[in-house]
């Protein structure tokens, strides 16, 4: 009996563990997905529609995947070629009929087209065809060029080129802004492009490779390729709120190209507050108005608007501004406040800090007063009352025993 049930929960372990090798089995096919099939083999054009300047070539990636476990070897043509135009697909250096794809590995060729001069402006179609020694694939993509006016195509009949995702930057005057400019280089050589810039008097524009921190002056760029370069515009000391244009340029010889920026400066904001004689005490009695004034100006470049007083002050005093508040000041303005302190009427004889914030337009200036309270003058009048009474009763006193 005792054998029996042995056997029975050996026999459920390997089961159990027969279930688990076959669950993980399935979740390492399903992780590395279907295999891969015997023979697959697809083309694509890299831009199967194209606008090209009018008597302009152009050049795109003819590209080949197998997709498959075999390799193979295509034999691709131009099945079909408009008029007017000379047609080939090449490497770098062959016009080439044919192309070996390895397994698992894809191919490019060039797929190039060059119209005559005169070929007016309109729409042209090419067919590549392309298939395996064998005939079993047979593959073709259909290509549109559209040939464009001297109006439409002037932009793109540029041997360099300048563009920017955000030619416009918004910022504090004494902040530094940073545009991306692409470089786009038409020509069939290297070349390397002097950068300079021009901006308002008293900014320092400087090119910085992207991503980089290092200044250059100079960009090598390789035939038909381009480069992001970053352009870092510092404004003048003290410039002003406004729009300010910064322009781009980059030559290599004859081959020139410019591109424009604008930076929207918002001004600074800045205060500067203080008392006319620099002195921040004051001197008060219990329960009595003192005044202090001090001022606030504005040292940015931009207008600060809604301008408040705030208080920090000991228990049951009271502190008033005059005027409240100040809805405007100007760049360089100077506006004068006036301050009522009023202590508490349990004041202490002694000293106390009372701090006032003025806080403005993305800006804020905090200053903080000492306040000597002084006892009341009545409480010294009554001193001296005492001390008079005081003395007259010694007086009386000694005259009445003098008489004894």
Known sequence: MRTTVRFGMWFAVAALLVSLAAAADAAAQKAEGAPRPERLLLMAAEYPGVVAPQGKEVNMDLTFFNKGRTDETVDVRIAQKPDGWKA??????????????????????????????????????????????????????????????????????????????????????????????????????????????????????????AYESKYISSLRIRPNQSQSIAVEVKPGPGAAAGEYPVTVRVAAGEA??????????????????????GLLSLEAHQGR????????????????????????????????????????????????????????????????????????????????FRIGVKASSVWGWVGIGIIVAVIAGLFGLFRAFGRR
């Open 289 to 368: 108005a003192s005044n202090v004034s001090f001022y606030v100006k504005n040292s940015g470049t931009a207008p600060n608007t809604n301008i408040r007083f705030m208080s920090f002050k000991p228990e049951n005093w009271k502190v008033e501004f005059k005027p409240e508040r100040i809805d405007l000041i100007e760049p360089n303005a100077l506006k004068q406040v006036e301050m009522i302190i009023t202590p508490a009427d349990e004041a202490l004889v002694g000293d106390y800090s009372v701090a006032v914030r003025i806080e403005g337009e993305k800006s804020s200036k905090t200053l903080e």
């Open 88 to 209: 080939r697909i090449k490497t770098y250096r062959f016009t080439v009929t044919g192309v070996h794809v390895p397994a698992d590995d894809k191919k490019s060729l060039t797929f190039e087209a060059i119209p005559d001069k005169e070929l007016p402006p309109g729409e042209y179609s090419f067919l590549i065809e392309a298939t395996t020694r064998d005939g079993r694939f047979k593959l073709s993509e259909k290509l549109r060029v559209t040939l464009a006016g001297d109006q439409e195509g002037q932009a793109q009949d540029q041997p360099v080129r300048l563009t920017t995702s955000y030619p416009v930057i918004r910022g504090p005057s004494n902040a530094a802004f940073e545009f991306s400019v692409e470089v786009d280089s038409r020509l069939d050589k290297e070349a390397i492009f002097d950068l300079s810039a021009q901006g308002p008097a008293g900014w320092e524009v400087n090119f910085k490779p």
């Open 256 to 277: 020139k190209g410019e591109a424009n920026l604008t930076v929207m400066l918002t001004g600074t904001y800045e205060l500067e507050v203080g008392t006319p004689s």
